[in-house]
């Protein structure tokens, strides 16, 4: 839309904040679909026209036509003429008769008002009430505006007290504060997801954004859409019809289906031809429709897969403390190496890649977000055929390692220790090392092949203990005669994946399982816990040569510590001559050597690789958390979900509870679900409902509670058996 003289609008109507709406957002992929407008699109898209492009004429006059373009929906605009007969503008001085009037009007053409564009919502509370009451009569869903920054807070209220959404509009850069999208993030990060962007693809080509980088930038913010194909980049573009144009509006669709969400409206909005431009939005409705019939149908193909693989020593030369404790640790001394094993997995057409990625594992406690971020940007220049957003890293959580960001937290404050590595220090050394392990795996890529493999070892337990009076205690006593029972369940699964040459030789194997590294967390020295004794074992049972890349699953409950059989298993081990890591590694080791058969019989060299990178907003339950973990925003949260042939992988930030991931594999579509916690930012604990009404948790513990923990399951299940048709 052209910005005019006074006040133009867009406006939608949604159901109340609530879990339950927190779920149905989920459910339908961010911005709410109408109850009254269904959509008989494959997708659940609904396309429409925009008012603006018959801003010659009037509102009903727009009304008719769309109606006679088979179209079902339409955007509405402040300030509009309502019908020829009058000389009333569409606002929120509208008498309800004249309101009346529209929806009978709307009715009989069988059109559906969704949103309307209200140019700059007012900040003042009676203001704004008055326009949000005139959006709610209307039934509308979105209101699209360009409002003051220091207006959010009262629109974010508004918002969710009328269920009305408002997305942000741009306009070309120079005439807009939000040309661009990076711009619309900042102002609504922290906010309700009823805040959001209408995208106006138009005005950023004119700006020289690219639709699919924008939408890109969005992700889950992406509320709305007006789109425009132009005939050019820059500001003398103007439209023609879509898929003839420089916008790529194909790859727009396509970017906007890989994103899963489900925009209120793609609005047709023809700036050209005004006087009679029928015709062309016919154009461009008939692109739509079969472009994402094809994207509806398009079946996932199987293509040859390449891999690569490389490990790195991260280990810190210089005296550093360890984090994961509630205690300073200075380690002078290393008892193992830690180690960063990286694996790169990418699949190709004739001409392109088909999708990709690069899976680090590194023997540290969590990866902070701003490190993640640090990684991407120096893989930008060296790996230019690598979408850097593909990269994922996790953490195996030991807490014998050293920190990668400075905190408040006073034991882990070492500006006073002489001659001891600073956590910003180490941050600098460990992107160094991982970048240089990332850019080996990609370049060391061949023809490979993949299996998989499901084995069991008793390694990660409960370690709340729960009593008669209904409270648990981590690592509580469980002789106590008031001891009732362990707080939660146990998952001993060890999920695998093997990866195979050209000649069927195992290169490395991915091990995933349901528990931390944590057996001798109280160390004062370096070390990588039971994941070094684990990687020693298994290659001497099936290759000394072999890479291994380790994962813990939802474990954020869970610990190889033993609330009982404490000495009994401690006897066993003695009796095999072998400490508690080495224990755990053996019967690791052994899950995989007892696969390992299996899977050399089932090796795809081509399969299905699909990977999305999805934004997810979770509500905040508590306070921040404490200063020792990272200060950055829940939400949004990045999420991985990866498809390699019948295998799903997911990744979250937390230390998540059991439970979520236990429901999450249930309802997975995937034969076998690997869950990656801790994974490109750490967010601290993600405790289940009963685990808070246990207590031994204080409410900066955690900033997520168990409602948005069932978004979090609800919201992967959904992306990855979207992946699984």
């Known amino acids: 839309m052209d910005w005019l003289p006074g006040s133009l609008t867009t406006s939608s109507i949604m159901r109340p904040l609530t879990i339950g709406y927190w779920l149905l957002a989920i459910a339908t992929g961010g911005g709410l679909a109408s109850s009254a407008a269904e959509t008989t699109d494959p997708l659940g898209w609904r396309l429409g026209v925009a008012a603006w492009s018959f801003n010659r004429f009037t509102f009903f006059e727009a009304v008719d036509r769309t109606s006679a373009l088979g179209l079902r929906y339409l955007e509405a605009f402040e300030g509009q003429r309502v019908r020829p007969d009058s000389e009333a503008k569409l606002n929120a001085d509208l008498p309800d008769e004249e309101l009346a009037r529209i929806k009978a009007k709307l009715d009989a053409a069988k059109v559906v008002l969704t949103s309307i564009y209200i140019h700059e919502l007012p900040g003042e509370e009676a203001a704004g009430r008055k326009a949000f009451d005139f959006c709610r009569k209307l039934a509308i869903e979105t209101i699209a505006s360009e409002p003051a920054p220091e207006s959010l807070n009262l629109i974010e209220r508004l918002c969710d007290e009328y269920g009305i959404n408002v997305a942000i509009h741009d306009h070309a850069k120079g005439s807009s504060r939000y040309w661009d999208p990076q711009e619309v993030l900042k102002v609504c990060e922290g906010r309700s997801p009823r805040l959001g962007a209408c995208a106006d693809v138009g005005h950023w080509q004119r700006s020289g954004i690219k639709p699919v980088d924008g939408v890109r930038v969005l992700g889950r913010r992406l509320l709305s859409l007006h789109v425009k194909d132009l005939n050019e980049f820059g500001p003398n573009g103007h439209d023609v019809w879509w898929g003839t144009g420089q916008g790529d509006i194909a790859g727009l669709l396509r970017e906007v289906r890989r994103l899963g969400v489900t925009p209120t409206l793609f609005a047709i909005e023809y700036e050209y031809n005004w006087e009679d431009n029928r015709n062309d939005l016919a154009q461009c409705a008939k692109f739509f429709r079969e472009t994402v019939a094809q994207i509806a149908a398009r079946p996932a193909q199987e293509r040859p897969l390449v891999v690569g693989w490389a490990a790195t020593d991260i280990t810190p030369q210089k005296p550093v403390n360890l984090v994961g404790q509630y205690e300073k640790r200075i380690a002078r001394t290393t008892r193992d190496p830690l180690t960063a094993t990286a694996l790169a997995l990418e699949t190709r057409s004739d001409t392109e890649p088909v999708d990709q990625a690069i899976l680090v594992s590194c023997d540290v406690i969590g990866i902070p977000k701003a490190v993640t971020e640090k990684l ?109 029972h362990v707080e939660g369940y146990r998952d001993d699964g060890v999920e695998m994946l093997f990866c195979w040459s050209a000649e069927k030789k195992l290169t490395g194997i991915v091990v995933n399982l349901a528990c931390t590294s944590q057996e001798t967390e109280h160390l004062e020295e370096i070390s990588a816990d039971f994941w070094h004794e684990t990687r020693q074992e298994i290659r001497r049972r099936v290759g000394s040569d072999v ?13 190889p510590h033993l609330l009982f059989r404490g000495r009994a298993e401690e006897i066993m081990a003695l009796r095999r001559g072998l400490s ?26 081509s399969l299905v690789f699909r990977h999305e990178v999805v934004s997810v907003d979770l509500p905040e339950k508590v306070p921040p958390s404490p200063a020792f973990l990272e200060e950055d925003p829940v939400h949004p949260i990045e999420v991985h979900v990866i498809r390699l042939g019948d295998v799903a992988i997911a990744t979250n930030p937390f230390e998540l509870f059991l ?14 679900t690997l869950l990656v916690q801790i994974a490109g930012q750490d967010c601290g604990y993600l405790p289940t409902e009963r685990a808070v009404k246990g207590g031994g948790y204080s409410a900066e513990d955690f900033r997520v509670g168990s409602e948005g923990g069932q978004v979090l399951v609800d919201e992967t299940v959904k992306q990855i058996n979207a992946l699984f048709p």
């Open 376 to 484: 991407r940007e120096k893989l930008k220049p060296r790996l230019p055929d690598f979408d850097v957003r593909k990269l994922v890293l996790n953490g195996t959580h030991t807490h014998t390692a050293p920190g990668l960001v400075e905190t408040a937290y006073k034991p882990y404050d070492v500006s006073g220790d002489a001659g001891v590595m600073k956590p910003t220090e180490y941050a600098e050394f460990f992107v160094d090392r991982v970048a240089q392990a990332a850019v080996e795996a990609w370049q060391k890529r061949k023809p490979a092949g993949l299996s998989w493999g499901l084995g069991y070892a008793s390694v990660g337990t409960n370690r709340r203990a729960t009593y008669f009076d209904g409270k648990s205690v981590m690592y509580g006593k469980t002789d106590a005669a008031n001891f009732s």
């Open 580 to 605: 508690r890591r080495q224990e755990i590694a053996r019967r690791i080791a052994g899950a995989v050597e007892d696969v390992f058969p299996v899977a050399q019989g089932d090796v795809l060299t």
């Open 659 to 672: 439970d979520y991931g236990i429901r999450m594999k249930a309802r997975s579509k995937a034969v076998l």
């Open 547 to 559: 890479f291994i890349l380790a994962q813990c699953a939802a474990a954020g409950d869970q610990s």
